[in-house]
């Protein structure tokens, strides 16, 4: 076998050493676990100086001349892949860590610092360490070995490594270093006599642009105009308007070829760039006003600012031209709003707000298979939350997504004091609902001080206030509010159970019937069949509606009608409620009417913000739709993780992707495809639906298992997968499929 490696080529060293595997029954080599993570992250030897990645060298980390990849935790996690190839993957049934003070020791299979021993576990993701207590800057070694339902034990993984902080601390999120990319235009043009623009193709946040410039006497002075939008006559637009930014920028030129560097200012507050990476402004167009010079001679290059990302970890495409541009802006989107290392609001104020970070993080997961950004951004917020009443409450809902997507209890074990005053049960009335805005409770400096606020705080329900379809905002009982409420109890008793907390498991379950109870009696309108706004108004808003029926609130009888007025309303909200919109939408299984709203080329739509120029997710619909908006807002990006986790239909079910649904709602597609990135591996999947044939092709990582759920065709339903006809569930119009393990599967519904 190994002679075989050396002489044959990659593609066909796989067909053979699958072939090899299933004549033989071998498998242990496969079965080596991969992509081993410690604090949730795969590059632990990561290190860059200023920003730009540098070849590992410990000692120049360990003594801060680079920046580097630090475990801050007394107690980190460890996670790993198992491969999978066409003949299945593996289920693990045990595994064996070893952790080690020197690569020598570890390799000699000589666990001085933790040896777990064999552990009978299927968990390959969170596991704790448990070994002697780690000392700070130090660097440590370790690797792991499986063993799969045959009792077969698999080799040791490779080495990976870590680095402890000066100081270890109880909890806290390692990250990577922010990262500078140097970015070179897609064109240069002279426009028009001593005008050049270049085009970048992307806006991104910038911290530096280098210009190579020539000058045959040194008489003249080029004005630089950065941008990130351009006025019909392909100049940079000067006043572009809002917070959309522009930047100019003098550089009297000297005899000669030289290169000159523009160091850019940022005006505002928020959040501070690191003094490895210097300030940054988004642009996406250079124009240089009285030069000489020739495009083909002319050299632009500007250094993007991004926390590491891995393009490649993710695809989407489908028979929909304008879904896929939608979905490369709101992919993109991630990308770009990463400047700060955490999940902001935008440029304008580059605050963290929690609103963002529900939508930065669930799209992130699309995306990209790193979790030390959303998990960060949702932690920060735990201690330092906005004025919104829903963004106090939405930090229950992004911790039980952090649980769900990464498989580490972790951070709801250290935050559950706190994740249990956001729920703001203190503000409860007689009725067992909420009322929160212009309450005397907001007073008690005891209530306040265990949400960590010291100011007040006020309902939100949309923003900007004329995106909330005429929502009575009054200081009455609100149903967004307590939607909002009603998941937050359901979700603890999540979370108390994954803690084996029992006594608050019942406890917020039963409070949590007690809501629904008293939510459907005070704000069902049995007339029209709706939800109103409060328990002062008969006003219905759209809003009303789409939080109960996201969130699970609602009968299923009441569905159809509730769906009735959804459909009415169009998209009567922000860029924001639209996240709510769409889970609302696909929970009622109305994919065709999810689709229009993404692929909508209405002025509020995704598709707008891509016509009127931005290639990064809005703040609004337009820039009609708010004076001073900002084109560069994560909260803006809701199809990226609309579209991977409710019409391509990929989402956990357990923790940690152990279990993970797969529930396609193509609504009128022909085809699409999708790589949907996850902590165990890449899911892909492949559609194509033809008549009353759906067809379908899935990858499923080892040490999973996927129920796939798939669209009924008729009143009976075959299920050829792999050639072999399986029996299947037919149930509401869907078809339930035996569950999947780890493999490769071709699907055949007719």
Known sequence: MKYLLNIISHRSFLFLFVIYCGVSGFSQEVNVPIQLRCDLLLQTDYQSMHGFAVPTEWKAAMSGKHECVRILTQTPSFGWNIPCCES??????????????????????????????????TQSSGIIYDGKPL???????????IWDEKQTESSYSDVAVFLTDKELQKHATARYPLQKQQEMPVYIQNVKNKVLVADFGKAAFCGQLYLTLTSDNGQDTVLVHTGEAMTSEGCVNRKPGGNIRYGRYRIPLRPGTHTYQIQFRHSGGGIKMP???????????????????????????????????????????????????????????????????????????????????????????????EYNLPRYSHEYSITHPTWPTEWIQISVMTAWLDYLYTGDLRSIRYY??????????????????????????????????????????KDIIDWPVTERDGYVVDNACKSVINAYYYRDLILMSKMAKALNNEEDELFYRKKAAQVKKSFQRLFWDRKNKRYRDSDN?????????????????????????VMKY???????????????????????????????????TDDRSWYNMIREGSTVSMEAWGNKYKGNQDWNHIWGAA????????????????????????????????????????????????????????????????????????????????????????????????????????????????
């Open 88 to 121: 299945g993957a593996t289920m693990q049934t045990a595994y064996q860590i070893i952790v080690a003070s020197t690569e020598a020791k570890l390799k000699e299979n000589k666990g001085d610092v933790w040896d777990s021993g064999k552990v009978e576990s």
């Open 135 to 145: 000392v700070g800057n130090h660097l440590y070694f370790w690797k792991v070995k």
């Open 275 to 369: 003094d490895y990476i210097g300030e940054v402004v988004p642009f996406r167009y250079v124009e240089l006003e009285n030069y000489q010079g020739s495009a083909d001679k002319t050299l632009l290059v500007r250094n993007a600012v991004y926390y590491p990302y891995k393009d490649e970890a993710s695809y989407f495409e489908c028979s929909d031209s304008i879904l896929n541009q939608v979905w490369e802006l709101c992919k993109y989107s991630v990308k770009a709003t990463s400047f700060t290392g955490q999940f902001i609001d935008g440029d304008r104020e580059r605050l963290p707000y929690e609103g963002d970070n529900y939508i930065g993080q669930l799209t992130a997961y699309c995306v990209d298979d």
């Open 416 to 457: 559950y004091d706190d994740l249990k005053a956001k729920c703001l049960m203190d503000f409860e009335t007689e009725n067992g609902l909420i009322i929160v805005s212009g309450t005397e409770k907001q007073k008690n400096p005891q209530i306040m001080a265990k949400i960590h606020h010291k100011k007040s705080i």
């Open 537 to 561: 108004t008969e006003h219905a808003s759209l809003h009303a509606n789409i939080f109960p029926l996201a969130f699970g609130l609602m009968d299923e009888k009441d569905k159809v009608p």
């Open 566 to 600: 959804i459909r009415s309303k169009g998209m009567a909200c922000s860029v924001y409620a639209a996240q709510f919109l769409l889970e609302a939408v696909y929970s009622a299984e109305d994919g065709n009417y999810g689709l229009s709203l993404m692929n909508s």
């Open 639 to 750: 199809p990226g993780n609309i579209i991977m986790r409710e019409l391509i239909g990929v989402k956990p079910v357990s923790p940690g992707w152990n279990k993970f649904q797969i529930k396609p709602q193509l609504g009128e597609l022909k085809w699409a495809k999708a790589k949907v990135p996850t902590i165990k591996g890449a899911v892909t999947v492949e559609y194509n639906q033809t008549g009353e044939t759906f067809l379908m092709r899935v990858k499923v990582p080892g040490n999973t298992e996927a129920e796939v759920i798939l669209p009924a065709k008729k009143d009976i339903n075959k299920v050829n997968i792999n050639g072999q006809l399986v029996k299947t569930t037919l149930k509401g119009g869907k078809v339930f499929l035996p569950v999947l393990r780890g493999g490769v599967y071709r699907i055949v519904l007719n």
